[in-house]
């Protein structure tokens, strides 16, 4: 049995016609509203008051919110079942539909927040059975017959903000699986002993929220008995008391509470009895910022004795004593951040071993803090502290404002990792200064107005150095040959805006000590010189910031002992900043052997000329950024290496000539890579000829750099190839079948006939049907039935292979349905012949559509017009393939070719080529 390899009539007929039955789903099918990707639909933002329905129906993720939706209808869901998250937060939904769930039923999480959602019944979320997320936030909720009754795998539950009157969500329990529960900015003013009591059976419970809730005024004994696993309780912004966190504090007695919030409450003072309650709880974590503390009495924490994170941010603490954080002896975290503020009679006080009870404090932060001063004592005790953070903060005498080997003593027992003292209004550090910082590893000195030399001693004992940064200092700080000769383990040295222009102009480099460096910043320093070993012994230096300095001779040929070639000693250079520094030329061997240099940047500098083989070595260079320069010719020679890896390139706004030789590489450059090139059409701009003045370069037209001087070549290619295509076509005219012949017998010897697979030909009893007129019936049997016995082929016709016990027409309809092919035998009596016009041809045609096969096959024996085939078959040649149509030869010679030729078109398979 042969099987059908290609397709007879064009792929085109089937989608026009496909179009004509169906336009409006393929119209449908454009997604012009909402972006896919990933199986996530975001449908945000777009003014829809439905679901759109042309969506991938395999997404996971749909967002409709800030539409103008007002229901939620399940049936517009139901193309998509296999959604998990569904958001359609801020419409104007005003109630949520039982069936939503059930087209929906592995939907995990849902939010409904800002809508106008009323009555919530039970029924809404019965078939929300694997909803493990729910936010109803700022709704006009009225609960109705347990709502939340059936929902056992939800874990997340938001009802804030819809002027709840009571905590209790049902009266039965519920929500076995419930770890967080938000209640805020509702309108109870009563927590009452029951209201929990449907969620005693919510083991996983950890979390609630009643943020913001101000009308709250009342906690009953044992309101929070039911849920007694509960770890974490907020109430920020509830504007309470003393004597409400007082009443709080003993409801959380019985309470597994590791957490508690209480930011922006109203308190003003703490009392030795503000925590008592929490006395046989496992708080870790405390939160009292934006408070207005001004008073914290000895011993208020002394019930938190498992404490280890307290927030004091944003307090108006007056003093801190000895006994202030008495009991804390497991607090690991302390922030003081704004906590000390002066007034306008005084300035807090820490006295002396204020922090001594916090012998296991590792990180205290003492940000934008102002206190008198600090003493041989202040910080003593702290025996674990790692981190001291001092930013922003004043502390020393007016008159004094240094650093001495007394200001830090305190710290000497401590294992300090971490120093920062930015913004602290320094002008100088004396020697020894940090001697006690055995272990201190990064120093921040950065934004101080230190003025002075560093002779090396200022930074005695810091052995274990590594990070030091000393930047924007107003550029008052002069070098040494010994500056760093005691921070040898130094890696990040900071330097911007504070060196005075002329300190690196010293025989011996401050930075030769430096061996393990690998982040070096000189920013903004005005440096005018540099000389030759500034750098060396920098082996491991990855970065170098130079970046708006004056370094404008450089580099200059005509400079006076030639170019500084300052990078030779860094072969190891990854980032190189050399922008605003008015340079106009870079010389040859400037960037030689860095071939790790991944960043380079010269923007803003005068460049024009580069020489061709000035970026050879950088192999390895990722971002290029040369903007706002003067560079007129973008050429290979010169820009061929560093663009081959590149992955952003920025070069705007320079002066471009686009002519050929300056620019023509460079956009067919732009035209083929994958390089991200910020601002291409706005920000490269040619500034010549006068053709292209003001046009994006990209406008260029690189047809114009076509060279049309070798017409004489040209013309004798062009005569050879006219000359050999005329000998082709007159071998072809007169050989061509011969030629095809052969070429068909020796390829379907080697491939065979078929193309079509097995199972095609399983599914149909005949090869091909073979309709004719009555008068051609013997030319058939002279001609087409003696195939069957040279080949494997079977035909169907209607005069032998008619179905016994059927009408004539019902044998036809069964015959042509069981034949893969139908084989037109054109002449013009079959175009005359009642049967085959009427119901035959119809039959057949309408068969090969409806069916979705490509299966006609047309001989002609005779010349018909294509204006007779259309009226009579409602075929055209043009309908089909080339290979399909046969034309029976006058010629004896050549019958054996068109035969090859109709076993091949048997041969096509039926399925239509995608």
Not at 812 to 835: A, C, M, Q, Y
Request: aromatic residues 8%.
């Amino acid at each position: 049995m042969l099987h059908v390899a290609g397709s007879c009539i064009p792929a085109w007929v089937t989608l026009v016609c496909t179009f004509i039955v169906s336009a409006y789903h393929c119209t449908a099918s454009l997604k012009a509203t909402c972006s896919v990707q990933d199986g996530r639909a975001d449908c945000s933002h777009r003014s829809l008051s439905s679901v759109p329905q042309d969506l991938p129906t395999n997404i996971t993720s749909l967002d409709m919110s800030h539409n103008r939706m007002t229901t939620a209808p399940p049936d517009s869901l139901k193309r998509y079942a296999g959604l998990l998250h569904l958001n359609v937060s801020y419409n104007s939904i005003k109630n949520l539909d039982g069936g939503l769930c059930k087209n929906l039923p592995g939907l995990q999480t849902l939010n409904l927040m800002h809508n106008e959602v009323y009555l919530l019944k039970r029924e809404d979320l019965s078939h929300c059975v694997k909803l493990t997320r729910l936010n109803m936030a700022s709704n006009r909720l009225k609960l109705q017959d347990e709502p939340f009754f059936l929902l056992q795998s939800l874990k997340y539950l938001d009802v804030s903000t819809n002027k709840l009157k009571s905590a209790m969500l049902g009266s039965q329990p519920q929500l076995p699986s419930l770890v967080t529960l938000d209640l805020g900015h509702n309108s109870f003013s009563t927590v009452k002993r029951e209201d929990f009591s449907f969620l005693k059976h919510s083991p996983s419970l950890e979390v609630i929220s009643l943020m913001s809730s101000v009308s709250l005024e009342k906690l009953e004994p044992g309101c929070f008995k039911p849920i007694s696993g509960l770890r974490m309780l907020s109430l920020d912004g509830s504007l309470k008391g003393s004597l409400f966190i007082s009443d709080l504090c003993s409801e959380l007695s019985g309470t597994a509470i590791g957490v508690l919030s209480l930011r922006n409450i109203g308190l003003t003072n703490l009392t030795n009895r503000t925590f008592l309650g929490l006395k046989e709880t496992n708080l870790t974590f405390l939160d009292l910022s934006s408070n207005h503390i001004g008073q914290i009495e000895d011993g208020s924490f002394r019930y938190l004795s498992r404490l280890q994170t307290l927030n004091l941010t944003g307090n108006n603490i007056k003093r801190l004593t000895p006994g202030t954080f008495q009991g804390l002896n497991l607090l690991k975290n302390l922030q003081l951040t704004k906590a000390l503020v002066k007034s306008q009679k005084s300035s807090p006080v820490i006295e002396d071993f204020s922090f001594q009870p916090l012998s296991n404090l590792e990180n205290l932060i003492l940000q934008n803090t102002v206190f008198v001063k600090i003493t041989e004592n202040t910080f003593k005790g702290l025996t674990s502290l790692t981190e001291l953070d001092l930013s922003w903060s004043s502390y020393l005498h007016t008159q004094e404002r240094k650093i001495s080997n007394k200001s830090f003593v305190s710290l000497a027992d401590s294992p300090l990792r971490k120093l920062n003292l930015i913004g602290n209004a320094l002008v100088g550090i004396e020697p020894g200064s940090f001697s006690w910082a055995k272990k201190l590893s990064v120093l921040l000195l950065s934004r101080n107005f230190i003025d002075q030399t560093f002779s090396g001693k200022e930074f005695e004992g810091l052995s274990q150095l590594q990070e030091l940064h000393i930047s924007n200092n107003t550029q008052k700080i002069d070098l040494t040959p010994e500056s760093f000769a005691n921070v040898t383990n130094l890696r990040v040295l900071l330097l911007g805006r504070s060196l005075k222009a002329e300190t690196l102009n010293h025989d011996s480099s401050p930075f030769r000590p430096l061996s393990n460096l690998t982040v070096l910043d000189l920013s903004n320093n005005n440096i005018a010189n540099l000389r030759e070993n500034m750098l060396e012994g920098l082996e491991n230096l990855r970065v170098l910031k130079l970046q708006h300095n004056n370094l404008v001779r450089l580099w200059k040929n005509a400079n006076l002992g030639g170019p500084v070639l300052f990078l030779k000693h860094t072969p190891r250079l990854v980032s190189f900043e050399m922008d605003f520094n008015g340079m106009d030329e870079i010389p040859t061997a400037a960037l030689r052997n860095l071939t790790q240099l991944r960043q380079l940047s010269f923007s803003n500098n005068l460049l024009n000329n580069l020489q061709d083989s000035v970026f050879d070595d950088l192999t390895s260079l990722k971002v290029l950024r040369l903007e706002k320069n003067f560079i007129t010719a973008v050429r290979p020679e010169v820009f061929r290496t560093p663009m081959s890896n590149l992955s952003v390139l920025v070069m705007g706004k320079n002066t471009f000539d686009c002519s050929c030789e300056s620019i023509l590489w460079f956009v067919k450059w732009l035209n083929n890579t994958n390089t991200s090139v910020p601002g291409l059409r706005d920000q490269y701009m040619c500034n010549t000829p006068l053709l292209y003045f003001n046009h994006s370069i990209m406008d260029f037209d690189p047809l114009s750099c076509k060279d049309m001087t070798p017409f004489q070549a040209l013309y004798i290619l062009t005569s050879t190839v006219v000359l050999m295509l005329i000998f082709s076509a007159l071998i072809y005219r007169f050989h061509g079948w011969r030629i095809q012949f052969y070429w068909n017998i020796l390829i379907n010897r080697i491939l065979g006939f078929s193309d079509a697979k097995v199972e095609e030909g399983r599914k149909f009893e005949f090869d091909a049907y073979v309709m004719h007129a009555e008068e051609d019936t013997r030319w058939v049997e002279r001609r087409i039935v003696p195939l069957e016995k040279k080949t494997q082929i079977r035909f169907c016709l209607d005069h032998r292979d008619s179905m016994i016990g059927m009408s004539k027409l019902e044998s036809i309809v069964v015959n042509i349905g069981n034949s893969r092919k139908i084989l037109f035998v054109v002449t013009e009596k079959l175009l005359k012949d009642p049967l085959c016009r009427q119901f035959k041809v119809h039959h057949a045609l309408h068969q090969v559509i409806e069916t979705r096969r490509d299966s006609a096959v047309l001989i002609f024996l005779q010349d018909v017009p294509d204006y007779k085939l259309s009226r009579s078959l409602f075929l055209r040649k043009g309908m089909l393939r080339q290979s399909c149509i046969l034309n029976w030869p006058p010629q004896r010679e050549r019958i054996p070719a068109l035969y090859q030729k109709l076993l091949i078109a048997l041969g096509m398979t039926n399925r239509l080529q995608e």
